[in-house]
C-alpha cells in the first residue's frame, strides 16, 4: 500500500519538477482514515526527493533573487486550519517561509505567497489533513478554490486527507477514464487576481492507503513482514527472535488494532515502556493486555475522521464534553404522540 502511493507521489514530484513550461502541474491526493501513516508516507518521499534536488544544485538556488533570503525550500509542508480562510491558508503557508503576513489584504497575500514559492525554488507543496475543509462553509469553498490557484504557481499540489471522495472536495470534479484522474474546474482566485494566463483544468491522481488486512496469503505476509521489520528495530533484553511474529501474535496485534498502523505503534510503544519500567523486557501478549490505547491529540480533529476508531470502541475516541458544555434534550411535552402512541402501540 505504502510503495503505491510512494511510487506515484514520488514519480508526480519529479516528472513536474523537470518542466519549464508555465502550465499547470498535476497534483496528487492521498487519501484513507486517521493514524494509517499518509503523512509519514508522503513525507518521507518528499524528503528523499528534496535531498537529491538539492544535491543536484549543490544545495544553492539555480535561479537565486537579488535581495531576497537565501532559503532554497523544494517542499513546503502546511497543515490547514481547523476553521480555515483564505486569509489564513495564505498567512499558515507563507508562515513556513517566515514572511510578513500584517496588514496585508486577501489579493497581496496570494500574492505574495506566488512570489515566496518562486522564490525559494519551490517545487511541491503538501498541505495536510485537506478534508477539515467542509463544503457546506463558505469560506471554506473560498478556501479550496484559493488551493486550485496554487497549482498555478508550477508547484505539485499534494493534497492529505481523511476520506477524500466522502468529504464533498471532489464534488466539482469528473473522473476521465482515459487519464484516469480527477479533474477539477479552473479557481475562481486565479480569474479575479490574475495567477495564470489561461484557465486550464486541474488534474489529480487520487489514491488510497488503507490499513493492514488479514484476508487473503498476500494480506498476511505482507502484515508479517511489517511486523518483522518492527521487531528488528527493538532492543528488549529477554525479546525471543519472534517476538511479534512468532505463536499468535500477529492474530493478537490485529485484532487489537484492526490493521491500523498508527495504533499498531502506539501499542508497540507503549508496551515497549511498560516492558522496561516493570523489567519484564519483553513483549507477550498478558503485557500488552494491560496497555490501554488512547488518542487524546489536541492536534487532531475527530470530526473529520483524524481520530480512528480504536477496536472495542463503537466511534472514533473523542475528547468527553464538560458539564456545563452538554447540550439539554429537547422537550417532548408538546409532541403530538398519534393514536397508536395514544393507545400504547
Known sequence: MSLKVSRLVNRRIRNNALKTRPSTRAGVMVTGWGYQGK????????????????????HLHPQPIEGTRDLHAPVVYVQTPVTAKPKSACQ???GFFGAETK???????????????????????????????????????????????FMSMNVTLILVGVDILGSGLLRQGRFDEGTRQWV?????????????????????????????????????????????????????????????????????LMRR????VGLLERLIEDGCQEAMDSGHETLDE??????????????RDAQAGEVPAIPGSSRPHTA????????????TVFDDQGPYGQAGG
Open 39 to 58: 503523512t509519514e508516507t508522503v513525507c518521507e518521499v518528499a524528503a528523499a526527493f528534496e535531498d537529491a534536488w538539492l544535491a543536484m544544485h549543490h
Open 92 to 94: 499558515a503557508l507563507l
Open 103 to 149: 496588514r496585508l489584504t486577501l489579493p497581496q497575500l496570494i500574492r505574495q505567497v506566488a512570489d515566496s514559492l518562486d522564490d525559494h525554488g519551490t517545487k511541491a507543496l503538501i498541505l495536510d489533513d485537506i478534508t477539515r475543509l467542509r463544503m457546506h462553509r463558505a469560506d471554506d469553498q473560498d478556501t479550496l478554490d484559493l488551493v486550485r490557484a
Open 184 to 252: 477539477l474546474p479552473p479557481s475562481q482566485h486565479a480569474r479575479v487576481h490574475g495567477l495564470e494566463a489561461t484557465q486550464t483544468e486541474r488534474r489529480f491522481d487520487l489514491v488510497e492507503l488503507d490499513r493492514f488486512r488479514y484476508t487473503t496469503p498476500a494480506q498476511i505476509a505482507a502484515f508479517h513482514d511489517h511486523l518483522a521489520g518492527l521487531q528488528a528495530n527493538l532492543r528488549l533484553l529477554k525479546a525471543p527472535p519472534d517476538m511479534l511474529t512468532g505463536a499468535g501474535m500477529p492474530e493478537y
Open 257 to 260: 488494532t484492526d490493521g491500523v
Open 286 to 299: 498478558t503485557l500488552l493486555d494491560d496497555v490501554v490505547l488512547s488518542l487524546d491529540d489536541p492536534d
Open 320 to 331: 468527553r464534553p464538560a458539564a456545563n458544555d452538554r447540550r439539554r434534550g429537547r422537550n
